[in-house]
């Protein structure tokens, strides 16, 4: 079981609407981790708004895939929240075991959600390389929470590949340069090729084998690389399924102001990319966790009790689940205000699901 030993969030005193970044942390799994946020310009708790993860790849960080992948300016002109989180010892584990950044990027929403309010319909992972990686196997194995995935220069190791079954279709943007010399573009021992991954998601999304290509038109001609979108058809309802071949192009974010090896410029990968997860949302099926326009915990995270708010006074049935899903507690309630002993609970991340009048509402809560 993921257990939460410490939760430690970083308090600030000037106002958000002035800030541009945060510096945060907590303790996971015992091993200290840490994140940087991007709030765009004007923001407020009041309204909520998308979140996106852009993961750094192996041997960088968190600091340099922000510059590099220049996604804040793309971020503040569309009103979203970004996330540039640390991984251990500057790389992602996408093997299985420890440390389970699954279980980590999964707890990080939840964190930054009761900082931030975001919209969890809306919440997003795009990276490079490692960072790639990690996304493909978030929209395996988290594709409840993650609406829809954007791996550059990533694909996926044969156990993820072969084990891949998420609980829903995900839309996916994939760009690759096709003359990548870290991450051959045709696959290698421990990966699998762009094609491959392809296959994967086109299968996994119920596309058509037919597809359209298109050549984009070739805007520098300085960068000795053009760029191609190949696009599946008839995907399950409104799923897409996108590749952006580069042709030529190496182990980079096209369109960076930074050049490092093949960069293509005919096309901003940061903005693309928002533009394609602008398009998607959990379906309503799939959400597990309330926007939280009716139902408040104060606090979350807590120690010995928390606070259920709800909108009316009402008869209620609060239920808390296990991580895996195991019922915890149960017990019926009246009034507006319920107050809820945490005595019975280890520390660690729990679903709370309320049912009072004809609703039925949920949220993760987190004790220290």
């Given amino acids: 079981m993921i257990?939460?030993?410490?939760?430690?969030?970083?308090?600030?005193?000037?106002?958000?609407?002035?800030?541009?970044?945060?510096?945060?942390?907590?303790?996971?799994?015992?091993?200290?981790?840490?994140?940087?946020?991007?709030?765009?310009?004007?923001f407020n708790n009041s309204v909520q708004r998308p979140l996106v993860f852009n993961l750094h790849g192996y041997t960088s960080n968190a600091i340099q895939q922000e510059l590099y992948s220049g996604f804040n300016s793309v971020a503040d002109t569309a009103n979203v929240v970004v996330c540039y989180p640390n991984g251990i010892n500057n790389a992602w584990n996408i093997v299985g075991g420890f440390p389970n950044d699954i279980g980590f990027i999964d707890t990080l929403i939840t964190v930054i959600n009761n900082q931030f309010n975001i919209?969890?319909?809306r919440v997003y992972s795009t990276g490079l390389s490692n960072g790639g990686f990690l996304s493909n196997l978030l929209g395996c194995s988290l594709a409840n929470r993650i609406a829809a995935i954007a791996p550059v220069a990533g694909t996926n190791v044969p156990l993820i590949q072969n084990s891949c079954s998420p609980s829903r279709q995900v839309p996916v943007l994939y760009i690759h340069g096709d003359a990548d010399a870290v991450v051959n573009y045709n696959g290698s021992?421990?990966?699998?090729?762009?094609?491959?991954?392809?296959?994967?998601?086109?299968?996994?999304?119920?596309?058509?084998?037919?597809t359209d290509t298109f050549l984009l038109p070739d805007i520098s001609l300085t960068d000795f690389c053009r760029a191609e979108k190949i696009t599946w058809h008839d995907c399950d309802g409104s799923v897409r399924v996108i590749h952006y071949k580069i042709l030529g192009g190496g182990h980079t974010w096209p369109g960076s102001s930074l050049i490092i090896g093949t960069t293509n410029q005919d096309f901003n990968a940061s903005g693309v990319i928002w533009d394609f997860f602008y398009q998607h949302e959990l379906p309503t099926g799939s959400k597990e966790i309330s926007s939280l326009a009716n139902l408040k915990v104060l606090p979350n995270p807590f120690l010995s009790e928390f606070q259920i708010q709800l909108?009316?006074?009402?008869?209620?049935?609060?239920?808390?689940?296990?991580?895996?899903?195991?019922?915890?507690?149960r017990s019926k309630h009246s009034g507006e205000q319920l107050r809820i002993s945490a005595d019975i609970l280890n520390p660690g991340i729990y679903q709370l699901i309320v049912e009072y009048g004809n609703r039925k509402e949920s949220i993760r809560i987190i004790k220290f």
């Fill in 3 to 42: 257990r939460l030993i410490t939760l430690l969030c970083l308090f600030f005193t000037l106002q958000l609407s002035a800030q541009t970044t945060v510096v945060d942390s907590f303790t996971y799994e015992g091993v200290w981790r840490n994140y940087r946020i991007f709030l765009p310009t004007g």
């Fill in 311 to 329: 909108p009316y006074p009402s008869e209620s049935i609060v239920n808390i689940y296990s991580f895996e899903g195991k019922l915890i507690h």
């Fill in 119 to 121: 919209n969890l319909n």
């Fill in 189 to 210: 021992t421990g990966f699998v090729s762009a094609a491959d991954l392809m296959t994967l998601w086109s299968s996994v999304d119920g596309c058509t084998s037919v």
